[in-house]
């Protein structure tokens, strides 16, 4: 997948500015950066949520800039989306099996959804047994801890079987004992080399642990982009992104502390 000098301006405040970058399959990129860095801005016009004012993005070489949420999602564009995209008052089963469903083209004709009952009901399982929710699959959603609700929002895109993997702070709000989980699923996830992963993450040992690649977004523009250790131990980054002091003392305060 890739940008093209994507840009959005809300009236005169342009919150990603002509973001040309190209994300390779079998890697992951974490991309970081301040709060209001327009990193989730940046997701939000790659799957859909907002209409890009400029640029392009490319999926396998094709113009998929304007195409819907729901046309970006079969063309193979998985984002984990905020809890509110969760069918609440549904079970933790059916919100994943309606995202097989929708895979699989099966909709909401009854005799469809009945003659492939059972891979419907298998495939479901498997996700909810992947993000350790398999014992909750009769609780509803609501009921869910936030923790709980986070995995299903992974379980749903397990379901979706995306070409490109979004995660947004896919462990915000997770309790110590919960992250490993998501963690070793993305891990998991990114051994297959014909998947792109791309995470949006604070935390920078997370960041450490599972990046290929970092690009840094400051106001919506691209700064960095390379090898983890490098881009982590530029100065810029190191001092005006991630709020570390420099050498004489001055600055933000230290990156990891504030960040999480």
Request: proline share 5%; glycine share 10%; hydrophobic share 45%.
């Amino acid at each position: 997948m890739e940008t093209r000098g994507l840009t959005i301006r809300f009236g005169g405040h342009v919150a990603v500015n002509a973001v040309s970058c190209a994300f390779r399959a079998g890697e992951l990129t974490c991309i970081v950066g301040p709060n209001g860095a327009g990193k989730t801005t940046y997701f939000n016009l790659i799957s859909g949520q907002l209409p890009a004012s400029a640029g392009q993005i490319l999926l396998g070489g094709e113009d998929v800039t304007r195409l819907p949420v729901p046309e970006k999602t079969r063309r193979g564009i998985g984002r984990a989306f905020q809890l509110t995209s969760l069918f609440p008052n549904l079970t933790v089963f059916e919100n994943v099996r309606l995202a097989v469903q929708a895979r699989l083209h099966l909709g909401l004709d009854l005799f469809s959804v009945w003659s492939h009952h059972r891979k419907v009901r298998e495939q479901a399982e498997a996700c909810l047994e992947r993000v350790a929710l398999a014992d909750k699959r009769h609780q509803p959603v609501a009921a869910l801890p936030h923790g709980d609700q986070r995995k299903l929002e992974v379980g749903i895109l397990l379901a979706l079987q995306p070409r490109v993997f979004m995660f947004d702070e896919p462990t915000a709000g997770m309790s110590v004992d919960e992250v490993p989980v998501i963690l070793d699923l993305i891990h998991e996830i990114k051994q297959d080399r014909s998947k792109t992963v791309l995470l949006v993450e604070h935390k920078m040992d997370v960041v450490r642990s599972l990046a290929d690649r970092i690009i840094v977004l400051h106001n919506g523009t691209l700064m960095a982009d390379g090898d983890p250790a490098e881009v982590i131990a530029s100065p810029i980054v190191q001092q005006a992104y991630l709020g570390v002091a420099p050498p004489d003392g001055a600055g933000a305060g230290n990156a990891e502390a504030s960040h999480g």
